[in-house]
C-alpha cells in the first residue's frame, strides 16, 4: 500500500498541472518534480488499519476546515474535531516522519500505532491538556508572500514571548495554502503575536533543520513569474538567515538558563 508521510491533501495548493509538484532539493541543488501521488510517499509506511485512524481523526477535518475556507464560511476554529484534529496532526506527523526516516531495522517502536489506536476519550484528554498551554492560531500572510512546503509536513519558528523566563519560544506551524497556514502558540503570547508571525512564516517554511528536511515544495504560480535560479537563490537565502536566527535564540535562551542557574534558580528546560 503506497501511504504518504505528508498527506496529500496538503499539498494539494501546491499541485501545477496534472497534479504535479514542484520542489528544491537541497541536496542536489535543483528544481525537480514527481506526482503528487508518489512524492512523500513510502510503501506499506503504516498498516491500512491506520490510515483509517488517521484518515478520521486528523486528516479529514482538516479537509472539511479547508474546504470551508476555499468556499469562505470558515477562517476561525470553532469546532472541536478541527481542534483535535490540528493537535494531533503535530504528534502524528512527527511519529509519521519519524518513521520515514529510520532504517527498517530501526523503525520506532509503534509510537504512531499507539496514537492512532488510543480511544477516542484518551485522545481528547491529551488534546485537552495541551490546550490548556497552546492556542491554534489561523494566520494569513502578505499578499507578495508565499509559504513553501516543507517534507516534514510542518515546521518550527521563533516567537517573542513574555510569559517565558527566557523571553522567547519556539511555536509549529503548518501551511494549509501558500498564503495561509496554521500556527501552534502558547496562550502567554501578548495579543500582537499574529503580526510577528505574519513576518516569519514564509521565512521559516524553507525549514531549519539541515538533516532531515532536504525537500521543499514550491508554489506552482510562484515558478510561473520566476526562473528557477532566481528561486533556488532565494530558498537559500532564507533559509540561511532562519537557521541562524533560530540558532541566535537557541544560544540566548541557554544563557538565560544558564544565568538563572548561577544564582540557584532552576528554570526547567530552556
Known sequence: ???????????????????????????????????SKTLFAEKDLIEEKYEDSLSKLIERPIGIFKQQIIDGKQKDIDNWNVFRALFLYFFAQTARFSKFLSEDSEKPENTLEELLSMEEAALNTIVSKYMERYSVATIGIQEDHAMLFPETGFFTFPLMDSGCVTGWTFSYAVPLFPNFGLALVPKTLEKSYEDQIKKQLMMYSVGINEDNCNRVVIPANLLEVNDNATIIEGIKYYRNIAINAAQNVHKLRSLVVEMYEKVGLKVGPA
Do not use: A, Q
Open 1 to 35: 500500500m503506497n501511504c504518504h508521510f505528508v498527506t496529500r491533501s496538503l499539498t494539494k495548493p501546491w499541485e501545477g498541472k496534472d497534479r504535479k509538484l514542484h520542489y528544491y532539493d537541497f541536496k542536489s541543488d535543483k528544481i525537480l518534480e514527481d506526482p
